[in-house]
């Protein structure tokens, strides 16, 4: 026994199925739209069934009556042609017989002549005239036949063919008629049913190979990118319909994922560093700040120079540390609005930017007394960020020549009840790749040493104020941002 326990389980390791078959062969199991398009291909086929049987049955059903009833004329036309019209019992039995009617009956000019006499019948016969048919009820006969009394007879009416007169008229047992017509139906059924099912066939497999598989492979690049999104998927095909496009779209759309995953990722390693460093960096510009307030004293003329710009310094990294919140985000407080003389604005972030009349040089065109209601802090900051990039971009430009200094161009103008400043430079301009990403966190220029944060921080300040700050044009000539405030 025990023997026999070990075997059984030896076998089933044997033919257990590894994983990554399980897998395959849960992708390639049928799914739910294979089985509706399965089941829609079957009703379509049932529907070509059924408008390829019914008119079929209607023509073999009105063939077979018109085959009786051109026996029965000629049947008539040979009794017609005896002395007196006179048949015999047996001959007209015979003739009754062979033209496969139970009675003839020819009408001219309104009389009803009986040229070969009817049996005696137990039910009333139904009448079928042929001379007026409706389609309706020429498409309904065969089934009122096929589905008929077993002892139903048919009186038809016809014009003749071979003779005179207005009408013929026979009068046949329904139940050969019944019999040939069942016999024919399931010929046809089994021939239109051979034929809708290869063109069933094909059409599923061209279905399934042109629809269901690409859209398999669509669904498995879903569930892949669900399950990993940093995993890469299978490129998109080449196709030109709206599947291949689709599949483009997907790629598209799950990249822009990823990168907005890993932009997120580096916000949270950034702000988990900011709350670790944020404690020991105000401890930092604490000392520092007591620092500078023993320079104060000393009477070196450069110090005193220097000091005012150091104690700005300080005093707007201590405030930006305060404003750092727990958990390591950080939000940015309510602009406090004041009057700002523009001048004043630009020289201070011009001299924090690094621009000198040695170096990177600063020229501006800002009307006399020119003022906006702003945050002190945040102007400075995003003109900083606006001058700082924009001598960085001209110092890492390799293809200027020795000697040639750069310049940054400061112009303000007012536009309604806007304040329009503009700072431009002369640098080899913005890679166009980054052009439509460039105020995204983490987007850095080519010259560029710092986080990729300062154009995302300074338009997240410009719209705070109800601004915007924009990228007006950019190329070898140099680069422009425009910075729109309220005035």
Known sequence: MNRLRSLLSDVRSRLRVPADWRERLKFHAPDALAWRLLLLTFGFTVVVEVLIIAPSAASFHERWLLDRLQSAELASVGVEALPYSAVEDDTAEQLLRIGGVQ??????????????????????????????????????????????????????????????????????????????????????????????????????????????????????SIEHFAIDPAREGDPPSDRHDEIGRVERELARMQEEVRVSLRSRARLVALGEAV????????????????????????????????????????????????????????????????????????????????????????????????????????????????????????????????????LVRVTASSEGDDCILRVADDGPGIPPRLSESLFEPF??????????????????????????????ETGPAGTTFELRLPL
């Open 103 to 220: 009675a003839v009956v020819v009408g001219d000019q309104g009389v009803r002549r009986l040229l070969l006499q009817a049996p005696n019948l137990p039910r009333t016969p139904d009448l079928i005239d042929l001379r007026q048919r409706r389609p309706v009820a020429r498409t309904l006969d065969p089934w009122r036949t096929l589905f008929g009394h077993p002892d139903r007879s048919i009186r038809v009416q016809a014009r003749p063919r071979y003779r005179s007169g207005d009408f013929i008229e026979i009068l046949a047992p329904a139940q050969p008629l019944k019999l040939e017509l069942r016999a024919f139906l399931l010929n046809s059924l089994l021939m239109s049913l051979l034929i809708s099912m290869v063109a069933g066939g094909l059409l599923y497999g061209g279905l399934a190979f042109l629809v269901l598989q690409p859209l398999r492979r669509v669904t498995r």
């Open 275 to 406: 709350a670790k460093i944020n404690h020991d960096l105000r401890n930092m510009l604490t000392s520092a700040q007591l620092a500078s307030e023993r320079l104060a004293d000393s009477p070196d003329p450069e110090v005193a120079r220097v000091l005012p710009r150091l104690e700005r310094a300080l005093g707007r990294a201590a405030a930006l540390s305060r404003n750092v919140l727990e958990y390591g985000k950080s939000e940015e407080p309510a602009p406090q609005r004041i009057r700002i003389a523009l001048a004043a604005a630009i020289a201070a972030a011009a001299e924090d930017a690094g621009l000198t009349a040695e170096g990177v040089r600063l020229t501006r065109t800002v009307p006399a007394r020119f003022a906006v209601h702003a945050d002190p802090d945040q102007l400075h900051r995003i003109l900083v960020n606006l001058m700082r990039n924009a001598r960085q971009a001209i110092e890492g430009d390799a293809t200027r020549r020795t000697g040639r200094k750069g």
């Open 443 to 472: 987007v850095s220029g080519r010259a560029s040493d710092g986080a990729g944060l300062g154009l995302a921080i300074s338009r997240e300040l410009a719209v705070s104020h109800g601004g915007m700050l924009t990228l007006v």
